[in-house]
């Protein structure tokens, strides 16, 4: 199951890095564009707009594998000098927790979604739908909340066990 859960969270990551890349090059393009106005070339036409949806898609792409790495901010000056059967306990409570967050951010995008669709709002310059962006957003919400919830049964696994099966606080990769 650790394979599917990494396969998903790599995915989703690689489409939020894929979806920057482009949101990059369309922004020096635009640049140009803005730059060499006097030779007929122009800005994107909507590069705010794209650039807006784009940028909210990777926030939610990333956060699969920044749960499945712990690659979330940690402060451990406190639990540092406890046991690790504690520091396991505190674990499982954070990544429960987290999925439940994750949990009810996907459920109110999903609301966004249907009352973006229902309204027929569009983007000012595109006219693109604003529901499209809810629904990118959608699928990777939908991954992250798969990998946290395994990341939590996957730490309540390790406060019975003693054993860790990805790392404690973003200090090593999978």
């Known amino acids: 199951m650790q394979r599917v859960i990494s396969t998903l969270a790599l995915a989703s990551a690689g489409a939020g890095g894929l979806v920057l890349v482009a949101l990059v090059v369309m922004t020096c393009a635009s640049i140009v564009g803005r730059a060499l106005i006097d030779f007929g070339l122009g800005p994107v036409t909507g590069d ?4 807006e949806a784009g940028i909210a898609f990777a926030v939610f792409a990333f956060l699969p594998l ?5 690659g979330h901010a940690t402060v451990d000056v406190f639990t540092s000098g406890l046991s690790d059967r504690f520091n396991r306990v505190l674990l499982a409570v954070w990544e429960i927790l987290a999925a439940l967050v994750l949990a009810l951010i996907a459920w109110r995008l999903g ?3 249907i009352q973006k669709s229902g309204n027929g709002e569009t983007t000012f310059l595109l006219q693109f739908p604003i529901w499209w962006a809810y629904a990118a957003c959608m699928v990777p919400a939908v991954v992250a909340v798969i990998v946290a919830v395994w990341s939590a ?3 309540v696994r390790a406060v019975f066990t003693g054993r860790d ?3 404690i606080g973003g200090e090593a990769s999978l």
Do not use: K, N
Not at 48 to 51: G, K, P, S
Not at 66 to 70: D, N, S, V
């Open 111 to 113: 609301a966004g979604l």
């Open 66 to 70: 920044c749960q499945l790495r712990a």
């Open 165 to 167: 099966t990805r790392p």
């Open 48 to 51: 705010f707009e794209l650039v």
């Open 153 to 155: 049964a996957d730490r």
